[in-house]
């Protein structure tokens, strides 16, 4: 059933009357509903908010990034911060969308996705919000500290990462920018690798991405709590 503009008005004029007053006000709440702010449903304070997220756009040049097994472990890692945040909630995936979003995610990584295709992954999906990160910068300063026989190198890992949060309902966008540094005091391969998946457990490059992703979501989710 479809209400004209005539018809509201009508029900307004009708408010004179108490009883009949009151009527038309329910019939106006059943079917227009309880009027609600565009971004209500999404930045609710407390409310978890399903959410997906897409991948991860790699913006670096150096070499050592351009493997394709990095991008999902980079999304990996903002699905956990998300999740951990206690704002986003995932749903359930079968095997065979799971395995298309991966394909995604390593699409994003190389930059196989372009912008036309992006707006296409976007509509299909059923989540409330949509997530991806931009990976701006990477870092590796070294420093040396002798103190007599005793000759110490430290070897950090610097990044900087763009989070990125998309309402599909509204087109509202959260941007926030995070940077992460972890230290070690021997020199490390960059990344390691098992099987088809990139290893950033416990790593040099998994310490300074989980911080600058942690750093970027902590900025949303206050943004979406004011």
């Not at 108490?18 to 702010?37: D, E, N, Q, R, W």
């Not at 930045?43 to 040049?61: A, D, M, R």
């Not at 763009?162 to 926030?176: D, F, M, N, P, Y």
Request: glycine residues 6%; aromatic residues 8%; proline residues 2%.
């Amino acid at each position: 059933m479809r209400f004209e503009y005539s018809s509201i008005v009508n029900a307004c004029q009708c408010m004179r009357h108490p009883a009949i007053g009151a009527f038309s006000f329910l019939i106006l709440m059943t079917f227009h509903g309880t009027p609600v702010s565009e971004n209500q449903m999404a930045t609710e304070p407390g409310k978890q908010i399903t959410c997906e997220v897409l991948g991860v756009h790699n913006k670096l040049s150096d070499k050592k990034w351009k493997d394709e097994r990095i991008g999902p472990g980079v999304q990996a890692l903002l699905t956990e911060a998300l999740f951990e945040s206690g704002r986003f909630k995932f749903l359930e995936t079968k095997d065979l969308i799971q395995k298309k979003r991966d394909e995604i995610a390593t699409g994003m990584w190389n930059g196989r996705y372009k912008k036309k295709e992006f707006s296409l992954l976007i509509e299909k999906t059923e989540s409330e919000v949509l997530a991806w990160a931009t990976l701006l910068y990477f870092g590796r300063p070294q420093t040396e500290l002798s103190i007599g026989i005793v000759h110490r190198n430290t070897e950090a890992a610097v990044i900087r990462i763009e989070i990125t949060l998309l309402q599909k309902s509204t087109g509202k966008k959260w941007v926030a920018t995070g940077e992460g540094k972890s230290t070690t005091t021997a020199s490390s391969v960059l990344f390691t690798y098992q099987d088809d998946k990139v290893n950033l457990d416990e790593t040099n490059i998994g310490n300074a991405l989980k911080e600058a992703i942690t750093n970027a979501v902590d900025k949303i989710v206050k943004d979406l709590d004011k």
